[in-house]
């Protein structure tokens, strides 16, 4: 039997922990779903200014209440303060746009028996970006033991709604943890209206006829730039390929610092800060593929809706859930995660692709960006509560 709605929460209390990369534009899409069911809108942050600006339009469209977070509350600390803050503002719901910020620290606590505040009871929610205690196809001590805390938290009645972003694992959700409430969300990606392309490369600097590779995100090894500038080094005709490389990464990187000797060869242009909207427009609008090498990375990401929207393919790592919607919805191109080797070779099959052959991607990459509007992800988050 289909469990019935939850009821529209009156005042919700949003708590994010770190609002760099996509965190603020879900805290923001997230917020304005509540604000749409007719909740008092509360969002906590260590930097709620820094918080709003990065969110930009998404919050701009919510009246809410802004209150600081303490830097040291993380993990676990987060809901106990979470829960001085729900108490204190008589709020009725306390949702994480982003839970993964506290859930390993929580789960592990609860399988040995400790509990979050009990105000939280029953007001617990959110958006569980990767759930790998919760996916029947992970396996490991570690998933198993807090797998055991989120069970022990769904008996005890902790949890409101929590979505999930992975077909798999929002279809198990169900017969696993029978009663919860849980839901699959899209990852959403809209774009306001992009530049010319012509005008975008231009000011990037790139040459004409060079395929632009666009790799995005913070500049740790997770995210693959080493393993792309080792294929470029591979590669029959490096040269043919010209580097947008976007995003915050450490002052020490020797990844970065061989970004910036392409640079000054003319075959790179590196953003190396927190870019804001109109850099990204200008970076998708000029990109002619955008790269998802990331390593063993599981989870969704980003990128992947933000490329469909753009009308851009990708080539991404084979590795879970990417891979996996790549695949299935004609995206891109994949190649074997963290196989340096086999990523060049796809760039060296791109370099030779008729241009014809470009467009192959076009309905599947229209298809998806259509099932991942905005509106199409609030409507997904209120539908567990009308």
């Known amino acids: ?34 604000a749409g069911l007719g909740a008092k809108i509360s969002i906590a942050a260590p930097e709620p200014a820094v918080l709003r600006e990065r969110a930009g339009p998404h919050l701009e469209k919510v009246a809410a209440e802004y209150l600081p977070l303490p ?37 592990r606590r609860a399988a040995l028996g400790m509990r979050p505040p009990e105000v939280l009871r029953g007001k617990l929610g959110g958006v569980y970006h990767r759930p790998r205690p919760l996916d029947p196809r992970q396996g490991g001590l570690g998933n198993a033991f807090k797998r055991r805390g989120f069970r022990k938290l769904h008996a005890g009645g902790w949890w409101n709604a929590v979505y999930f972003l992975d077909p798999e694992v929002a279809k198990a959700a ?131 809706p933000g490329a469909a929207a753009a009308d851009k393919p990708v080539l991404a790592s084979d590795y879970a859930l990417v891979g996996q919607l790549v695949r299935e919805n004609r995206l891109g191109w994949i190649f074997r995660d963290q196989d340096a080797a086999d990523l060049a070779r796809q760039l060296d099959a791109l370099a030779a692709l008729p241009s014809e052959r470009w467009d192959d991607f076009k309905p599947g990459l229209a298809e998806f960006a259509a099932a991942n509007t905005y509106a199409a992800f609030i409507r997904s988050v209120q539908k567990q509560y009308v």
């Open 1 to 34: 039997m289909k469990t019935p709605p939850l009821p529209a929460p009156r005042h919700v209390l949003m708590v994010e922990t770190l609002p760099e990369g996509h965190h603020p534009m879900w805290v923001g899409l997230c917020a304005q779903a509540f």
């Open 71 to 107: 830097a040291a509350a993380k993990g676990a600390a987060s809901l106990t303060v979470a829960g001085e803050l729900l108490t204190n503002l008589g709020a009725d719901l306390c949702f994480c746009a982003t839970m993964d910020n506290y859930m390993s620290d929580v789960l």
């Open 174 to 304: 169900p017969e696993n943890f029978p009663g919860l409430h849980s839901g699959l969300l899209g990852c959403p990606h809209e774009w306001r209206e992009l530049p010319p392309r012509e005008t975008a490369r231009q000011r990037l600097g790139v040459p004409n006829g060079a395929i632009a590779l666009l790799h995005f995100g913070l500049g740790t090894k997770r995210k693959g730039l080493e393993l792309t500038l080792n294929a470029l080094e591979r590669c029959e005709h490096p040269e043919k390929f010209f580097l947008l490389r976007a995003g915050k990464s450490p002052a020490d990187s020797p990844t970065v610092a061989r970004v910036r000797e392409m640079e000054k060869a003319g075959r790179a242009r590196l953003l190396d800060y927190f870019v804001s909207t109109a850099d990204e427009e200008m970076l998708y609008s000029a990109a002619d593929v955008v790269l998802l090498p990331y390593l063993a990375h599981y989870g969704a990401a980003n990128l992947l």
